[in-house]
């Protein structure tokens, strides 16, 4: 098995059959997405049993509470947008699951059907993200927790009610918790920048509006060139990604094709 690291996020691992690995690469898989962030494989067959057996391997399964499943597999979430449909899933930079109390470790990701082109995922990398900045700016942010929640996202009003994802809107479980806005890394123990477009609201003790101009710069800060990897996928292509380290964003630039992914989450643990 060979692990490249990639520029920005992420690696590259080869020769590999996540189908028929061992004991000893599967803990190397789940290493290289703890020190990278994010890992990506090519020509993978994992069908549904064969995605559900891997995940199993690398931790317990959390079942999505607002994604549509597939028919015979609740473990598995559809990541699915047809060929009439015109907004995607995951469109703006997230991390999975940052509204609970015990956010998910991880998400796998597998290309069912693609896209004659277009379709790339965005990786940021929040280790490279919380070192780059200033030793003020960690000394401030250290002593601060943040609030996140699901409701805007997934509740009666969010934006996907308003066009033609509504399946994932109207829902009345909506978690809401507070995290270290810079964490350890249980795997790493490297530190990250903990907060994201999406579901951070603001900061624990400080309104919305004065959490706003600080929140805005983390967030352009995050996105520098230097910190993401863009992602082409093909059927058969894998991404296991580290929602303790990474941020993604699913590009919408394929319209009038369909783009069906199959994801698995991981559980996590609380965060410090």
């Known amino acids: 098995m060979r692990i490249e690291p990639l520029a920005g996020c992420g690696a590259l691992i080869d020769d590999v059959d996540l189908t028929a690995a061992n004991d000893g690469e599967i803990a190397a898989v789940r290493q290289a997405v703890f020190d990278h962030g994010v890992v990506f494989l090519h020509g993978q067959k994992l069908g549904p049993e064969a995605h559900i057996a891997f995940a199993k391997r690398v931790g317990p399964i959390v079942i999505n509470r607002y994604f549509p499943k597939t028919e015979r597999f609740p473990e598995i979430a559809k990541v699915e947008k047809t060929e009439e449909q015109t907004t995607n899933i995951g469109g703006g930079w997230h991390t999975d699951h940052s509204y609970d109390a015990e956010p998910a470790m991880g998400s796998i990701l597998v290309a ?161």
Request: charge should be neutral.
């Open 112 to 272: 069912m059907e693609t896209p004659p082109a277009g379709g790339d995922t965005l990786f940021a990398n929040m280790y490279a993200a919380y070192e780059a900045l200033s030793d003020g700016l960690k000394a401030t942010l250290g002593t601060l927790r943040a609030v996140h929640s699901a409701a805007h996202v997934f509740g009666a009003k969010s934006a996907y009610g308003a066009g033609d994802q509504k399946a994932l809107s109207g829902h009345s479980d909506l978690p809401e918790s507070v995290h270290p806005v810079i964490i350890t890394h249980p795997g790493s123990g490297r530190k990250a920048l903990y907060v994201n477009p999406s579901f951070t609201l603001r900061f624990e003790g400080w309104t919305a509006e004065e959490s706003k101009p600080l929140l805005d710069y983390l967030y352009a800060h995050a996105q520098r060139p230097d910190f993401v990897h863009r992602f082409s996928w093909k059927p058969g292509s894998v991404a296991f990604w580290d929602n303790r380290a990474t941020w993604h964003l699913a590009m919408n630039d394929y319209h009038g094709h369909r783009r069906l992914m199959h994801r698995i989450t991981i559980a996590g643990e609380a965060l410090s």
